[in-house]
């Protein structure tokens, strides 16, 4: 019996790696006390940030739900050994209000090694959590050839 079970591949009708993420506000909170806006600039662009400001400064609230989106989208490449590359997974909000996900230089070539074309997200928060589940939509040839070769 092996040590740990093996997961199948990604890809395929039907098939998602999904992922999830939870961020604490009051960790954030005391980031944000501690070492300032600047200590997240790290991890979002200067876009992300404004889509995260109200009149009156920086909403926390919003801070953490783009966070745990970009962990639960990083979640969905399943690549063993690499960082969460930041700056290259951007959730923006879209004139709708719903969160859109880019994917840029490493983050983008981890999506096309596992077959992911794009990353739904959505982002959820309250007084004390933000969640984020995010999804992978797989590249149309990787879908039928492998249902071609199931069949």
């Not at 959505?122 to 039928?144: G, K, Q």
């Amino acid at each position: 019996m092996p040590a740990r079970p093996a997961a199948p591949p990604a890809g395929g009708l039907g098939w998602a790696n999904l992922g999830m993420d939870i961020v604490s506000v009051n960790r954030v909170r005391r980031l944000l006390a501690q070492y300032g806006e600047t200590f997240f600039e790290r991890m979002l662009t200067p876009g992300e940030l404004a889509d995260c400001r109200t009149s009156s400064g920086l909403d926390v609230l919003s801070l953490c739900g783009r966070i745990a989106a970009k962990e639960a989208a990083f979640k969905t490449l399943r690549v063993r050994g690499r960082f969460l590359p930041w700056p290259d997974i951007v959730v923006r909000r879209s004139e709708g209000g719903w969160p859109l996900v880019e994917l840029h230089r490493a983050a983008a070539e981890m999506a096309a090694e596992s077959g992911i074309t794009e990353i739904t997200v959505s982002i959820s928060h309250d007084v004390d959590y933000a969640v984020a589940v995010a999804a992978p939509i797989i590249a149309p040839a990787l879908t039928s050839s492998v249902s071609s070769s199931s069949s």
